[in-house]
């Protein structure tokens, strides 16, 4: 089993920005991916961005240039900094891990007003 902890969602206006954390504790195995996910009201989950233990990354076309992602593979965390926030990023950001089966953080709730 695994558990993530998210923290660093909030209120900020268009063009701002926030960086959300997450901690993963219990049965990580040293090839995993982690990475976020946004649920906006009415709509599908959505991929954010992942990065692999091995340092690959990969973006939503929507976030290419103004998210990034990193992690600390000793630590077991990644971050998710996010620039240029639009309203659209407006969301419900979950953080997730792939590590021999799929799990899910509570999620942090990120509102852009414009």
């Known amino acids: 089993q695994v558990q993530l902890v998210e923290s660093g969602g909030g209120l900020v206006q268009a063009g701002g920005s926030l960086r959300l954390s997450c901690a993963a504790s219990g049965t990580i195995f040293s090839d995993n991916t982690m990475g976020w996910f946004r649920q906006a009201p009415g709509k599908q989950r959505e991929l954010v961005a992942t990065?692999?233990?091995?340092?690959?990354?990969s973006y939503a076309d929507s976030v290419k240039g103004r998210f990034t992602i990193s992690r600390d593979n000793a630590k077991n965390t990644v971050d998710l900094q996010m620039n240029s926030l639009k309203p659209e990023d407006t969301a419900v950001y979950y953080c997730?891990?792939?590590?021999?089966?799929?799990?899910w953080g509570q999620g942090t709730q990120v509102t852009v007003s414009s």
């Open positions: 990065m692999s233990s091995g340092g690959s990354r």
């Open positions: 997730w891990t792939y590590s021999r089966n799929a799990y």
